[in-house]
Each structure stands twice: as structure tokens, then as C-alpha cells.
């Protein structure tokens, strides 16, 4: 029999607010333990919760940037269980009405196919505390809890099982975090998880139209985990159920070193959560002004932004797809043609030799050290003719470590292109002195040894030498 995957994310996006979601506390990252606490997120008897406004902007952002429509009236609810990093015995979430409901994002699959994957929902709750073991803890065999993190705001986003493979979740996922990332309203760091992941995974047969039963996945923190987990969690519901075995409704976590998911607890229904409106907090009302301001203040995304560059600049969908990976990314990138570059050369640019030194040393594209401006005037050498596109490598990779102009750059190692005839002659009638036997060869037909001259020209000028000016006066020095 043929199986048909299904899978169905819910992700949890930290929120970049300064301070909590209820009370007023710094959400800063690495503080000392409980340093960042009061009574509220310290869950004490009688401590009143004040919703923080920024949350809800950033959540209505979010939920106009994935076609969601905005809840006008939404209810904050209890979670309730027990935890040691829970000290009220509930989080507060969202459960019947939360503020964002019924979007989609429409990802790419193979080529320019589009596939719409709708989001049932996005809520905002608050994240609980940490436990910390061992030695952290300040005794060798004790446990601690550091309650910084309670009450940090989370959006938490959940698709509809839409998803029929790994690659179409990492998909979504990887165009999920680079919306909240464009908004500016989460760092997207995965690995200190600000934007984590349950994965949801069943198995029926092709063609079945009722969903099997499914596993969920906790907490899988980076792009190629969530693949694997997906992957092997897949093939695990397949064997079972070959071998005569059903799979049941569970929390698996996924362990990295082993690749493997493994259960960790029967999955809890909604009931058991005993949810019920949290009676310390009103209603929160959102009125169509709001919305529309929302609306108004909105970035160009980065679908719009890609269409743009390949309607208005002309690039391809390819380059405008690269260059849109990061806001950051695609404002350099404008930043550079807003200099007078054109537009597929700083394209190139960015897509080669920046991209290449920001990964060689770890830099990101906001600290690059060259600015667009200086890019530009590097191309304008180029067009210009005053260098060569490969000395221009050479000058790059100098303004890359000394910050200085490419002209000076240019000037003080003596790197002007040479385009002189005559200079290129002399330097051209050596080579053929020195290399009789090669002429003969290309005068009699042997026309692959060109690229040889060609090359000793460039070696000789140091790389100066301006090639198209090299091809055309050897073509005609070699007839003979
Ligand atoms: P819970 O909190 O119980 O996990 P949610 O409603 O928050 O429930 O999330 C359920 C997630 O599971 C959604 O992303 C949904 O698309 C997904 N899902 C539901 N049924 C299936 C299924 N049969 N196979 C795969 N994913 C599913
Ligand atoms: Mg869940
Ligand atoms: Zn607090």
C-alpha cells in the first residue's frame, strides 16, 4: 500500500517587545536568573495582569501579513496545569476567539508552482519559565527555576494539516520565519528558540480522504531537524502500520543525534486543559481603525518586494527571490541601485563576493564593511572601463578589509586597466616571439590555443590588461 503524509505545524514566535506580555518586566536575553521578575510573572496570589499593547500590533501584523482576518472582539484564556516553571498552575493563551483566524501563505513548490497552505489561527500567550540543572541550578545535584522567561510574549501559529511532505513544511516554515523576521517583530533565532516548532505528522492511504492519527513532535529547533523529524516519524507510522500495529495520538520529542522521535506522553485533549476565559482580563476589542492603521503600516513584503524588482528593475525571479531572503538583504540591494549601479550587476555583486565574505567571517549584512555606496562606485570603475571585472575583485576584497575607496584603492596599487593599444601590442608581439610554435598551431586551425594567449597577455599585464581590447588585437596580430 501507498502512503500520503500529512502534517500540520504550530510554531511558536517570540515576540522583540522590551518588556512582557502582562506586567512590565525587561524581556533581555541572559540576565541573572529571576533578576527580571515581579509579583505578576512570579504568578502571586492577587497580582493583576495588564496586557501589553505592542503585542497585540505585532499579532495583527503578523495576521495581515498571512491573509488572516482579525478577530474584533478576542478572549484571553486559562490554561491550566502543573508545572515547576508554571507557578500560577496556568498560562494564559487564547482559545475560543483568538485574535488572528483563517489565513494561508501560498509557498513555492516545485518551480513557480504555488501551493496555498491555510493557517487556522494565531494566538498570543504568555511563555513559562526554565528549568536549570546541576551546577546552574548553584548546587551539583539540585534543579532551579529562572522565571525570566515567564510571561514572554509569544504568537503562536497554527496551519491546517495542508502539508504532504518534509520539504513542503520546511517550506512554509522557512517563508514563516522570514515574514515575522521582515516584520521586525521576532529575531528568528531558532537555536535560542524564538521561533520553534511542533510538528504534527499522520500517515493515511493515497486517495483516503479521513486523516490518520497523528504524532506531535515537540520543539524541533532548526530547519534540517524538522525535516528529519518529519522524515523519520513518516516512516516510522508506515512500519507500524504494516506490520499490523496502529499508531497512536501521542508527544514524541525528536532526538538530534539519533535522528529518531521518541514518545514522551499520551497527547493531552484540549479538555484536560480545563480552558476557560481568564476572568483578570477583559475582552480585547479591536476596532476596523485599528486594523486599517495596521494595514497602512505595513512593510512591502517580501513577495511584493520580489515582484517589484523583477517588474521595475528587471531581474530575475531568481535573483529577486535571493535578494529578498532578508529585509536587510533587499535594502542593500536597493541602497545600491538608488546609488546609480545597474540593477543585475549589484545583484551579481551581492550574490557573489559580498555573500561569499559575509560567510567567510560570520559577518551579517547589516555590519557588511563595504556600504552599498561603495559597491556602486566599484561598478562605476568597472563600466567606466578604469579597471577590469577581475581586478575589481581584487580591489573589493581590499576595501573589504581597509574600509577605503575603491578610487584610492585603485591609485595606490597602480590597478588602472590598461586599454592602450599600443602598450597591449608590445606586450603581445613578446608573447608571440616567445611562443612560435603556438602560432603555428593557431594558424593552422588549431583555434583552442587562443584562450592560451589570451591568458599569457593577462598574466604578463598583471591582470590589468582591458580583455576585450586583448581579443581583438590578438585576433588579428595571430591571422598573421
Ligand atoms: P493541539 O494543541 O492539540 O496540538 P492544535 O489545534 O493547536 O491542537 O494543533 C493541531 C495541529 O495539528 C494543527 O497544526 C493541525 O493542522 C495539525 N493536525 C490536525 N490533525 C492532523 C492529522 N491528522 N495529521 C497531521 N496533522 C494534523
Ligand atoms: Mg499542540
Ligand atoms: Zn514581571
Not at 591568458?455 to 590578438?474: D, H, W, Y
Request: overall charge negative.
Amino acid at each position: 500500500m501507498k502512503y500520503q503524509p500529512v502534517i500540520g505545524l504550530e510554531v511558536h514566535v517570540q515576540l522583540l517587545t522590551d518588556t512582557k506580555i502582562f506586567c512590565g518586566c525587561s524581556t533581555t536575553f541572559g540576565a541573572n536568573p529571576n533578576s527580571q521578575t515581579c509579583p505578576v510573572c512570579l504568578g502571586m496570589p492577587g497580582a493583576l495582569p495588564v496586557l501589553n499593547k505592542k503585542v497585540v500590533e505585532f499579532a495583527i501584523k503578523a495576521g495581515l501579513s498571512t491573509n488572516c482576518s482579525i478577530t474584533p472582539r478576542s478572549i484571553f484564556a486559562r490554561k491550566n496545569y502543573f508545572y515547576p516553571d508554571l507557578p500560577k498552575g496556568y498560562q494564559i493563551s487564547q482559545f475560543e476567539d483568538p485574535i488572528c483566524q483563517h489565513g494561508w501563505l501560498d509557498i513555492k513548490i516545485t518551480g513557480d508552482e504555488l501551493k496555498r497552505i491555510g493557517i487556522t489561527r494565531i494566538h498570543m500567550e504568555e511563555d513559562a519559565g526554565k528549568l536549570v540543572h546541576g551546577e546552574l541550578s548553584g548546587s551539583s545535584d539540585g534543579s532551579g527555576v529562572d522565571l525570566n522567561r515567564a510571561c514572554t510574549p509569544l504568537l503562536e501559529v497554527v496551519s491546517e494539516p495542508d502539508l504532504r511532505s518534509s520539504d513542503e513544511a520546511v517550506t512554509y516554515l522557512k517563508q514563516l520565519h522570514q515574514i515575522v523576521t521582515w516584520l521586525g517583530i521576532c529575531d528568528g533565532n531558532m537555536e535560542e528558540g524564538s521561533f520553534r516548532c511542533d510538528a504534527n505528522v499522520s500517515v493515511m492511504p493515497v486517495g483516503s480522504d479521513t486523516l490518520g492519527t497523528r504524532a506531535e513532535i515537540k520543539n524541533v529547533n532548526s530547519f534540517k531537524f524538522v525535516k528529519q523529524a518529519i522524515e523519520y516519524e513518516i516512516q516510522r507510522q508506515i512500519d507500524l502500520i504494516e506490520d499490523g500495529g496502529t499508531v497512536v495520538q501521542e508527544t514524541r520529542l525528536f532526538d538530534p543525534n539519533s535522528g529518531k522521535t521518541r514518545s514522551m506522553r499520551s497527547k493531552e485533549e484540549d479538555h484536560d486543559y480545563r480552558y476557560f476565559p481568564d476572568p483578570d482580563l477583559v475582552p480585547l476589542v479591536i476596532s476596523d481603525d485599528w486594523v486599517a492603521r495596521s494595514r497602512s503600516e505595513l512593510p512591502e513584503l517580501p513577495e511584493q518586494r520580489q515582484q517589484r524588482f523583477m517588474n521595475e528593475l528587471g531581474l530575475p525571479a531568481y535573483d529577486a527571490e535571493v535578494l529578498t531572503a532578508s529585509r536587510a538583504l533587499a535594502d542593500y540591494f536597493e541602497a545600491g541601485v538608488a546609488a546609480g549601479s545597474n540593477a543585475k550587476a549589484v545583484g551579481n555583486w551581492i550574490m557573489g563576493e559580498i555573500t561569499r565574505s559575509l560567510n567567510d567571517s560570520g559577518t551579517s549584512i547589516e555590519e557588511c564593511p563595504v556600504t552599498p555606496a561603495q559597491l556602486a562606485e566599484l561598478l562605476k570603475l568597472i563600466d567606466s572601463g578604469v579597471i577590469s571585472g577581475k581586478i575589481a575583485k581584487t580591489v573589493f576584497d581590499e576595501m573589504w578589509k581597509s574600509g577605503k575607496a575603491p578610487q584610492i584603492i585603485v591609485e595606490e596599487q597602480g590597478l588602472v586597466q590598461v586599454s592602450d593599444s599600443g602598450a597591449l601590442e608590445t606586450i603581445i608581439n613578446e608573447i608571440m616571439t616567445a611562443n612560435a610554435g603556438q602560432v603555428e598551431e593557431y594558424r593552422g586551425g588549431k583555434e583552442k590555443v587562443f584562450g592560451f594567449f589570451v591568458g599569457q597577455v593577462m598574466k604578463a599585464s598583471k591582470g590589468k590588461a582591458n580583455p576585450s581590447v586583448v581579443n581583438e588585437l590578438l585576433l588579428d596580430k595571430l591571422k598573421g
